[in-house]
């Protein structure tokens, strides 16, 4: 799948302690140039990277355990 461009000011945003939103565009710089296809996002929470991920054209398998999304 080819990824598409991403414009990470239009992620959808939940605020609370441990978001990695704010550090969505710096993780997808430091694996953009991997090569893989699935990913696993054990500690997903509002879903960010998962996002971004599946912008890459990605297969990502989301698990959030936090007590903020039950």
């Given at each position: 799948m080819k990824e598409q461009s991403i414009d990470f000011k239009k992620f959808p945003t939940i605020r609370y302690q441990g978001s990695k939103r704010k550090i969505v565009d710096w993780i997808h710089a430091n694996i953009k140039n991997l090569e893989f296809h699935t990913v696993l996002d054990a500690f997903g929470g509002s879903g960010s990277v998962s996002y971004?991920?599946?912008?890459?054209?990605?297969?990502?398998?989301?698990?959030?355990?936090?007590?903020h999304f039950k």
């Open positions: 971004s991920l599946k912008k890459m054209g990605k297969s990502v398998t989301y698990d959030a355990r936090s007590r």
